[in-house]
C-alpha cells in the first residue's frame, strides 16, 4: 500500500474529481475510476518506495514503468497516468507532465470485444434467412467471408452435426444448425432445379456453379453496417476469455495461424488482467466514496 502523503492525498483528489467531476470535467463512471485506479496503484506503489510526491516522478520513471506492460493492461495505465499528471498539473501540485509524450497504441478494432449496441445493430440488419446464416457461421465458427461464400453442400453433414469450413472440421453450433436449416428450405424452394452446389447462391449464381461474389456480402451486410472480421474477431476473443489465452487453443478451435491466435491470446489476458485489478482494489481509503450534498 502507498503510504507516501504526497501521493496519498493528491491520488484521492483526483479519484473525487473523477468520480464527482467539478467545473472543468464531467464524472466518470464507477468502472472507469476502477479501472484507473487499478491501473496506476502498482506503479504509485512502486514509485512511492523512493520517492515522496509527485512532483519528483520523471519521464524515465513513467518509461521504465510501462515497458513490461502490453496490450489493453499498457493502454489503460497511460491513459491513467496522462489523467493523473494533467489533473495534478492543473492544480499546481507538480511543476512538469511526465505524461505529455505518452501516446497509445491503437488496438485493431476486431481484437475488442463488441459493444452491446454493435450486436443489436447487427441484429437488426441481419433479418433475411441468408444474411443471418452468414453473420451466425462468423459469430459462432469465426467463419471468415471467403470461406462462407466457398461453402458447399458437400461441407455439411446435418444428421451428425458437423461442418468443414476452409477444410477444417469441427462441430456445427445449434444457431447455424438451424440457419441453416432456415435456409437451405428457402434455396430449395427458390431455386428447386439449381446445380450449384454452394450453400449461398442468388439468382445470378443459381444459373452457374460458381460461389456468390464479394461483391454480394458487401451488399447485403458491409454496406448496411455488419463488419463480417468484426463478428468473426468477438468469437475468437469470447473463447479465449471464457477457456483461457491459450493461442494453441485458439489456432486448433478456429484454425488459426500462430501469429493471430498469439494476438488474441494477449488481448484476452490483458483484459483478464485489467478484471482481476478492479475485483482486488482495496476496500479502504483509496476507494472515494461519491460526496453527498
Known sequence: MVSTAGFASDVRAWLLVLLDGDSRAKPRSHACVYVYFGGVRPLLENWATTRGHLREITVTDVTAALSPLRGWQRRNAIAALR???????????????PTTRLRMEDIPRSLLPMTDAEVLAVQRIAVPSAQRLIVALAAVHAARATAIRRLTLDDLDLPNRRITIAGHGQRLGELPHQTLLTWLDQRRATWPKTLNRHVLINAKTALGTGP??????????????????????????????????????????????????????????????????????????????????
Open 83 to 97: 489523467s493523473l499528471f494533467r489533473f495534478a498539473k492543473k492544480r499546481g501540485l507538480i511543476f512538469a507532465n
Open 212 to 293: 456468390v461474389s464479394p461483391e454480394y456480402l458487401k451488399r447485403h451486410l458491409l454496406h448496411q453496417g455488419v463488419y463480417l472480421e468484426r463478428i468473426r474477431g468477438d468469437r475468437v476473443l469470447h473463447e479465449a476469455l471464457t477457456v483461457g489465452a491459450d493461442p494453441l487453443h485458439l489456432a486448433l478451435v478456429f484454425n488459426l495461424s500462430h501469429t493471430t491466435a498469439s494476438s488474441y491470446a494477449a488481448i484476452a489476458q490483458n483484459l483478464l488482467d485489467d478484471t482481476a485489478a478492479v475485483e482486488e482494489l482495496p476496500l479502504n481509503q483509496w476507494r472515494p466514496r461519491r460526496r453527498t450534498s
